[in-house]
């Protein structure tokens, strides 16, 4: 038995896993046909993380690009799939500023 304690980090979703749900495949995969439109934000939020780890993007770029990327999503999503595109895309907000803070301080 180990004496490493869990902590919050350890069980946080990866940014890409969150991805790679939005594009619906692998574990997260809902079994519907994906949403073109849905599935290339995908992309668009693994450039953002990438602008992120990189230190190429601005607090008030990223927190506009995020919310602008978030809109656009849902109102793809339109009604299919909604509530679960909806907890995706704000995780990913989560989790991307989550990780601009970590490569900030």
């Not at 990327?69 to 704000?90: C, D, M, P, S, Y």
Request: proline content about 2%; glycine content about 2%; charged content about 30%.
């Amino acid at each position: 038995m180990s004496d490493k304690k869990l902590r919050f980090e350890d069980l946080q979703p990866h940014v890409e896993m969150l991805c790679d749900a939005l594009q619906n495949r692998g574990a997260s995969s809902s079994g519907y046909p994906h949403n073109k439109e849905v599935f290339e934000n995908a992309d668009r939020y693994r450039e953002i993380l990438r602008q992120v780890r990189n230190k190429e993007i601005s607090f008030e770029t990223l927190v506009y690009d995020l919310h602008l990327l978030n809109h656009q999503t849902l109102q793809a999503a339109g009604t299919n799939q909604f509530l679960r595109i909806e907890k995706i895309v704000h995780a990913l907000d989560f989790f991307i500023m989550k990780e601009y803070n970590k490569f900030r301080s």
